[in-house]
């Protein structure tokens, strides 16, 4: 089946550091693949997202490239800021049972703090 | 923007009682999603519909029903609740069509079960 496999945390950075949260996925097929984020007591939201291989996905400073030799997406930051503190999962979507939809398949969520 | 509200933020329920959680959207999504997230276990899809009165199982449905009499509302049961159901449960709507789609997500009911 489809699965996704993130970097366990807790992640815990000082202001300014370089961020790497490794996703990597297995998948009968060819996904899209996405980082969502979920900030303190509310819902995830979209970071950013890739649709096929090499394309390079980027928000607010983020970016994760596709890479489907490795069948990678690590999501990458220059630069911490206290207010990236927040869970992150990385997912991805095919197609469901052969049907005209789809469903998103989530990594277990990384914690990321950020300390000033 | 779309919006996806959830009726409750935090609710709490005893064993056996039927509970309802309600999600609504505003932005004509044919897709709607519930899952539920728990420490360590990362988000579950519990079921979906792509269209009123339709309704897929995803991985975790045992223990819940769904309802979508609307396309705007699509409604989670649990016919008896237990305490193995306590979790953070979320709603997602997406438009129809392609994997590309981004999910947009409500704020979350946070559900303990005593």
């Known amino acids: 089946g489809n699965s996704v496999t993130q970097m366990e945390g807790p992640v815990t950075l000082s202001e300014e550091a370089f961020l790497t949260i490794n996703c990597t996925y297995t998948?009968?097929?060819?996904?899209?693949l996405f980082w969502y984020v979920q900030y303190p007591g509310e819902g995830l939201q979209l970071l950013l997202k890739a649709t096929k291989a090499d394309d390079k996905g980027s928000n607010k400073g983020f970016e994760a490239t596709y890479r489907k030799e490795t069948t990678s997406f690590h999501l990458e930051k220059g630069s911490v800021q206290v207010s990236d503190s927040a869970v992150y999962f990385c997912?991805?979507?095919?197609?469901?049972?052969?049907?005209?939809?789809?469903?998103?398949?989530f990594g277990k969520g990384t914690l990321l703090t950020v300390n000033p | 923007d779309v919006k996806v509200t959830q009726s409750s933020r935090y609710l709490v329920k005893r064993t056996g009682e039927k509970v309802f959680l309600e999600c609504v959207q505003d932005m004509d999504h044919e897709n709607m999603f519930w899952y539920r997230q728990d420490p360590g276990l990362g988000l579950r899809l519990i079921y979906f519909s792509y269209d009123v009165k339709m309704k897929e199982k995803g991985d975790i449905p045992e223990g819940y029903s769904v309802s979508r009499e609307k396309k705007e509302r699509f409604s989670l049961i649990l016919e008896s609740a237990s305490t193995n159901q306590t979790s953070m449960y979320l709603c997602a709507s997406s438009p129809s069509g392609t994997p590309q789609e981004t999910q947009y997500f409500g704020p979350g009911t946070r559900l303990l079960v005593l």
């Open positions: 997912a991805l979507s095919l197609r469901y049972s052969g049907g005209s939809n789809y469903k998103l398949t």
């Open positions: 998948a009968t097929g060819y996904p899209s």
